[in-house]
C-alpha cells in the first residue's frame, strides 16, 4: 500500500506540475546538497540568434551561410534552428548536402560540391586536428568574452576519396605539422585537409528565472553546478552572471554522466536537471534525475522526476515541498 503522506504528496507535487515517477526521489530531494543544471534550454532560453559572421579570405558571409545551412539542415539543434533563420533572412540560396552526420556533442557534417562540411565548436575543431586562422580565434575571443557561443565551418577536400592514404605533397601543403594524426578522435576523416573558413557567434538569453533559482537553492544550503557541452568561456560567463558555485564546460555527451559520479564520490547526494537527449545519461546516474519543460523524450524516460512547466523555479518547489512533507512524517 502508497504510505498516506506519500500519496498526498504526489497528487500535491502533480498540481504543481511535478510528474513523479519514482516516489523515493520525491522523498531522497529533502537530502540533496547538489543540484547541476544543464545550461542551454534549462538555464538559458536556449532560443539562439546568430550575431555575428567572420569569415576568411575571399569567402563571404553569405557563402559561409549557404554551405553551413546546407550542412545544418538535417539538425534540430537550436545553433541549426539559427543558421537555418538567418540564411533564410538574408535569402542566401542554400547548397544542397548529402550524407548528414551527426558529431556529438561536437557539431555536424555533410557533403557539399564533393566536400566534406562540418559546422561545431572548439571540440570538433580538436577533433578535426585543425586550428582556426588568427583572424578567426580573435572574433572568437571577442564573442567568448560576450558570453556568445562560437561554432566553425571547416571545409575537408578530400584528395581522391579513393586513396588509403594521403600522399606527403597533399600532406606538405599545409604550413605546420600535424601532430600525431593517430590521436585523431572518431568525428575526424582521416587523410584530409581541413581548413576553417568561417566562424559564427550565437548569442543566448539566461533566464530571468534563472537568477532566483540559485539564490532560493543556496538559501536552502544547496550547491549549485552547470555541465554543458558549450565552451569554458560561454559556461563561465553564464555561471558568474548567475553565481554558480561548479562549472563543468566542454563535456562530451558520453561524458556528462562521470561528472555526477564524481561529485558523487566526494559523499554528495545529486540532481541532475535537463532537458536534452545529451542529459539522459546524467539524468540516470544522479540521485535525482529532473527533466524539465518541453524535454525530449530521452530525458523524460530517464528522469525520476518531470518538471511539466518548464519553469526552473520548480526544482525549488520541489525540494521544499520534500522537506515539508518529511517533517510531516515524524
Ligand atoms: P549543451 O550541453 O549545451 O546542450 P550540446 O551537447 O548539444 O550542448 O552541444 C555541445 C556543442 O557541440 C555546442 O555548443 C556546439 O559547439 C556543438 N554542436 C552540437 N550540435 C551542433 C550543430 N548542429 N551545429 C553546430 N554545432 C553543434
Ligand atoms: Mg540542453
Redesign the pocket.
Known amino acids: 500500500a502508497i504510505p498516506l503522506v506519500v500519496a498526498i504528496n504526489t497528487s500535491l507535487a502533480a498540481r504543481n506540475g511535478m510528474l513523479i515517477r519514482d516516489r523515493i526521489a520525491m522523498e531522497r530531494a529533502r537530502n540533496l546538497d547538489t543540484i547541476v543544471f544543464?545550461?542551454?534550454?534549462t538555464l538559458t532560453k536556449g532560443e539562439q540568434g546568430v550575431v555575428g559572421i567572420e569569415t576568411v579570405g575571399t569567402v563571404s558571409e553569405n557563402d559561409a551561410l549557404a554551405l553551413a545551412a546546407a550542412v545544418?539542415s538535417d539538425?534540430e539543434?537550436m545553433?541549426?534552428q539559427a543558421?537555418r533563420e538567418v540564411a533564410d533572412e538574408r535569402d542566401v540560396s542554400v547548397d544542397a548536402a548529402t550524407d548528414f552526420e551527426?558529431?556529438?556533442?561536437?557539431?555536424?557534417r555533410a557533403t557539399v560540391d564533393s566536400d566534406a562540411i562540418s559546422?561545431?565548436?572548439?571540440?570538433?575543431l580538436s577533433a578535426l586536428d585543425v586550428e582556426a586562422p588568427s583572424e578567426l580565434t580573435a572574433f572568437a575571443e571577442r564573442a567568448g568574452d560576450n558570453a556568445q557561443?562560437?561554432?566553425y565551418l571547416v571545409r575537408e577536400d578530400i584528395p581522391g576519396r579513393s586513396e588509403e592514404e594521403p600522399n606527403a605533397t597533399q600532406r606538405a601543403t599545409n604550413e605546420e605539422e600535424r601532430s600525431e594524426p593517430a590521436s585523431r578522435t572518431s568525428g575526424a576523416a582521416a587523410g584530409t585537409e581541413a581548413t576553417v573558413i568561417a566562424a559564427f557567434a550565437l548569442a543566448d538569453v539566461i533566464r530571468e528565472e534563472s537568477y532566483q533559482v540559485v539564490d532560493a537553492l543556496h538559501e536552502l544550503g544547496i550547491e549549485v553546478a552547470m555541465?554543458?557541452?558549450?565552451?569554458e568561456d560561454?559556461a563561465t560567463a553564464v555561471a558568474d552572471d548567475l553565481g554558480i558555485d561548479t562549472v563543468f564546460a566542454e563535456?562530451?555527451?558520453e561524458d556528462?554522466d562521470g561528472n555526477i559520479t564524481a561529485l558523487q564520490e566526494q559523499g554528495r547526494s545529486v540532481a541532475m536537471v535537463g532537458d536534452?537527449v545529451?542529459?539522459a545519461p546524467a539524468l540516470t546516474r544522479a540521485d535525482i534525475g529532473i527533466a524539465i519543460g518541453s524535454g525530449t523524450d530521452v530525458a523524460v524516460q530517464s528522469a525520476d522526476i518531470i518538471l511539466v512547466q518548464n519553469n526552473p523555479m520548480d526544482v525549488v518547489r520541489l525540494v521544499k515541498l520534500s522537506k515539508a512533507s518529511y517533517r510531516k512524517m515524524q
Open positions: 544543464d545550461k542551454t534550454g545544418e539538425s539543434h545553433i541549426a543558421i551527426a558529431l556529438k556533442g561536437r557539431g555536424v559546422v561545431g565548436g572548439p571540440n570538433l557561443t562560437v561554432v555541465l554543458t557541452g558549450d565552451s560561454v563535456v562530451l555527451p556528462k536534452g545529451n542529459d
